[in-house]
């Protein structure tokens, strides 16, 4: 018992522990998760935010466009000249030019400062407070304002590196008390760069035309527009780098969800180049931010096209050296071709890129379609869908003057997507980890199980070992009687004088062989064990010249226990020696029945009997005290009837329960 | 395995009904061999005896010297009288095994009638009944105990069963007659019993019982071989 315990200590110390590394992860990401979550309700109420005001704007946008209200003034020709001077350069030549004006197409490689010059007629109707402001839709990158020679406005920096206002709309309030009565003048001075210094048309200089009017109706457009063009972006672009974070930590912890980290990766990244609407003056030259972003661009293309790879559960080796690789090739390219070369180098990589990212969109759904992962497929397709429409429609903007309303709308469609993009993939991360937690709790069961099982196995294995030591040390023992005890009794059978003493070594011989044989322990079938008496006492009686009769029922499904198999043995073969040695009897009956949960045996002869004064005489060595005795061992009893000349009647009750095992 | 050397001698009139002229006894207590010896010389008057005490040197006579009878003791010092028993059997097919021993179980016995043993006398007997089965034996009538029946019953059962007989074993069945006879002894009848049951002559019965430790020995025999050839004894 001792030594059961000490092995199987090993099994209940150890079995439970491979749990452990389940569960330590399990906290820690389900928090990460519940903060993820936590900050992308946020991001898709501001998306939802963003979205109703584009479509509010969009209808204002419309609305002001088709027809524009009777009290605003739309200018649009201007006389151009170029001076680097705080006024209007009359002394050098000036053009007539319309607005807007891209300096792509107008000024050639020209970047210098250029001032713009516009009469504006008598504004509006002095009915209402004749607060007056002048709109600008679009100036890049920056502008000051005269009117009348006076300075009203200025956007920032006018020195290089310029205040980049390219995304904000401006709006100049028009103090009456500068305006003269019917003319005035109007001077715009706009500091910008020339296509080949940026990286993006919508970079390089430029003027929308002037709207003048009544400052309460400008002002809202104003605001509409940059809640459009710099609010809603701005929001989207701070989720998207907050969302980008979580998604990076999260992919770089569990490195197996690699594609987690390359997509926080791509929204950093994006967030980052959408920085400069929140930094307009960045403390770096021109030159060096356009750098900074071409090669984040490059950035943000291996982290796409790793996502979209990774998502899709692929890895190619090459892609993972070529597209760092490639990264570098881009940095290095634009230093090399230098400021002057930007805008085609950029171009071309552009181009490049974004023919990467669409093969590895294509590859990443053809390999999705090939898993069978449909849902996967549907959504992915539908967010890859948008994301292509409003990259083209970007992309087309660049050809149309000034931006027109669809391509901020498709510059605000790219992060969303992203942020869908992420919404999605925590989704399903979310229910990764709620089927980690069923699998676990599903392992757990089964190691639970396994250890019990184990367990059982053990007992049953410690108790069959038990029985085997058992029956091995039984046949030693008897062995051992067999070879020393039994090899001397039966010397003395054979060898000795006296009969008696013979008689007494064989009779030792059986009952050695036979308390070997309640060693065992083994039940016997009561129907063998019927047939192996019936055998001994019936051919025992035929040598004896006495005729043997023999009653019993066949085919009892009983089993006697080896000690009662033993016992009962011991008394029938008393009992045969007596009717064959002392009795004189001509016949013998032997009964054997089941009643009343007993089983009976009764000996009948027919010999002389035994007085009753004398029934000691018959038990010579142990005799009938030997046989009541051992009756007595089993719970039962025997009887002696018998009388001079009557015979001999012996009964032997055994109770079932302890003498016969049910089987 | 020593060699059997007298593969050219088998075969020679020696009928099992005819006197037992040479007989070996392997017996490992001096004083009972002497006592079998006297015993057996009184049973078959004029006999030549070999005697042994030892498996190795039992089986070294068995190669070199023809038997009629072999009275195999079970439990010796170096080992177990069944390997006589199968030496015999395989080079002396005519002759007849008989193990005299004090094991009365058939986990015991059993194996001895397997590797061909023709019956078992219990050595504690007394004189007049070992010389009776010795002469019952001599005479084709072995001995049979209702514990061996059992054995022998469930034996014969096992082997029928279908799933071993997909190991392409020879098919040595018992016939109807037989296994009634099996089936009786198991009930405790005596063989003279059954013959009146039955309605057969007493040498009838013996030949039933013949034949079944025959098959038991045929049967076990191929088994063993099947097994050696399994486990790649032979190739």
């Known amino acids: ?322 597209l760092p690789l490639q990264c570098a090739l881009l940095s290095v390219t634009l230093v090399v071709a230098g400021p002057q070369h930007l805008y085609t180098l950029a171009s071309v990589w552009y181009g490049v890129l974004a023919l990467e990212v669409m093969a590895a969109s294509a590859w990443h759904l053809h390999h999705q379609h090939q898993r069978r992962h449909v849902r996967s497929v549907w959504v992915m397709a539908v967010l890859l869908g948008l994301a292509l429409v409003a990259g083209v429609t970007e992309f087309l903007a660049q050809w149309t003057g000034t931006r027109p309303l669809a391509a901020h709308v498709a510059q605000l469609v790219m992060p969303v997507v992203f942020v869908l993009v992420g919404l999605r993939l925590v989704q399903q991360q979310g229910r990764a980890l709620s089927h980690a937690v069923q699998d676990k709790a599903v392992l757990e069961q089964r190691v639970r199980e396994a250890t019990a099982e184990i367990e059982r196995n053990f007992h049953q294995m410690a108790e069959l070992r038990v029985e085997q030591v058992t029956e091995r040390e039984r046949k030693r023992i008897a062995a051992d009687l067999h070879d020393d005890l039994g090899a001397k009794l039966l010397t003395i059978v054979h060898t000795s004088d006296s009969e008696r003493i013979s008689t007494l070594a064989r009779e030792a011989l059986e009952e050695m062989r036979l308390s070997v044989r309640g060693l065992t322990g083994r039940p016997v079938r009561l129907a063998d064990a019927l047939g192996d008496w019936r055998a001994e006492v019936v051919s025992r009686l035929a040598q004896a010249g006495i005729e043997g009769e023999w009653e019993a029922p066949e085919d009892l499904p009983q089993t006697l226990s080896a000690r009662a198999y033993v016992q009962t043995t011991r008394i029938l073969r008393e009992a045969t020696s007596n009717i064959i040695k002392h009795s004189r009897a001509t016949n013998c009956i032997v009964t054997a029945s089941i009643s009343d949960g007993d089983f009976l045996f009764v000996v009948q002869d027919n010999g002389d009997g035994i007085a009753p004064d004398t029934k000691g005489s018959l038990d010579r060595g142990h005799g009938l005290a030997s046989m009541k005795n051992r009756a007595k061992q089993l719970n039962g009893q025997c009887l002696v009837e018998s009388g001079p000349g009557y015979g001999t009647v012996i009964r032997l009750t055994l109770p079932l329960d302890t003498a016969i095992q049910p089987s | 395995m020593r060699a059997c050397r007298l593969a050219d001698t088998i075969g020679t009139d020696n009928g099992s009904h005819s006197p037992m002229k040479t007989i070996l006894l392997l017996e490992d207590l001096p004083e009972i061999r002497a006592w079998m010896r006297k015993l057996v010389l009184q049973v078959f008057p004029g006999a030549t005896i070999s005697e042994s005490a030892r498996v190795h040197d039992a089986i070294d006579l068995v190669t070199a010297v023809k038997f009629d009878l072999a009275l195999i003791d079970l439990g010796l010092p170096d080992g177990s009288g069944v390997n006589v028993v199968t030496k015999l059997r395989d080079c002396q097919p005519d002759a007849q095994s008989v193990v005299v021993t004090i094991h009365d179980d058939d986990e015991h016995l059993f194996p001895a009638l397997q590797a061909g043993a023709f019956g078992y006398i219990l050595k504690e007997q007394p004189r007049e009944l070992i010389t009776e089965q010795l002469q019952r034996i001599s005479q084709g009538e072995p001995s049979l105990s209702p514990s061996i029946a059992r054995r022998v019953m469930a034996y014969f059962q096992a082997k029928s069963k279908p799933a071993s007989q997909a190991n392409a074993m020879p098919a040595v069945n018992l016939t109807d007659r037989e296994s009634e006879v099996l089936l009786r002894v198991a009930k405790g009848y005596t063989l003279p019993e059954i013959g009146v049951q039955l309605g057969l002559s007493r040498h009838t019965i013996a030949d039933y019982v013949k034949q079944i430790y025959r098959k038991l020995n045929v049967s076990s025999r191929a088994e063993a071989a099947l097994e050696a050839q399994r486990l790649g004894l032979f190739r």
């Open chain 1, 1 to 322: 018992m001792q030594n059961r315990r000490a092995m199987l200590l090993p099994f209940s110390s150890q079995y439970p522990r491979p749990c452990n590394p389940l569960r330590a992860p399990l906290p820690w990401l389900l928090l990460l998760l519940a903060v993820l979550v936590a900050v992308l309700l946020a991001v898709v109420q501001a998306v939802l935010l963003a979205m109703l005001m584009t479509f509010g704007l969009a209808s204002a946008h419309a609305a002001g466009a088709s027809k524009p209200s009777s009290s605003l003034l739309v200018l649009d020709t201007a006389l151009r000249a170029h001076g680097a001077g705080a006024s209007f350069p009359t002394a050098a030549p000036a053009t007539t030019v319309s607005l807007p004006d891209e300096w792509a197409h107008t000024r050639g490689g020209q970047d210098g400062p250029a001032w713009y010059r516009v009469e504006l007629p008598r504004a509006g109707s002095p009915d209402d407070d004749g607060l007056y402001a002048l709109f600008i839709e679009h100036v890049c990158s920056n502008l000051e304002v005269y009117v009348n020679g006076e300075r009203v406005h200025s956007g920032g920096r006018m020195s290089p590196p310029y205040t980049n206002n390219c995304n904000h709309p401006q709006l100049v309030s028009l103090p009456s008390a500068m305006l003269n009565r019917d003319s005035n003048t109007l001077d715009i001075k706009v500091v910008g760069h020339a296509l080949v210094e940026v990286g993006s048309r919508q970079r390089a200089g430029a003027l929308s035309a002037l709207v003048v009017g009544p400052q309460s109706e400008l002002a809202a457009h104003h605001a509409r527009l940059t809640a459009l063009q710099v609010i809603a972006p701005q929001a989207v672009g701070a989720t998207l780098l907050l969302m980008g974070s979580f998604m990076f930590v999260l992919g770089f912890m569990n490195r197996r969800e690699s594609h987690l980290a390359y997509f926080g990766a791509l929204s950093v990244g994006w967030a980052l180049v959408d920085m400069r609407l929140w930094l307009r003056d960045i403390p770096l030259g021109h030159s060096e931010t356009e750098f900074l972003v071409g090669a984040m661009l490059g950035f943000i293309t291996w982290a796409a096209v790793q996502f979209l790879l990774r998502y899709a559960g692929m890895r190619y080796r090459l892609v993972d050296v070529l």
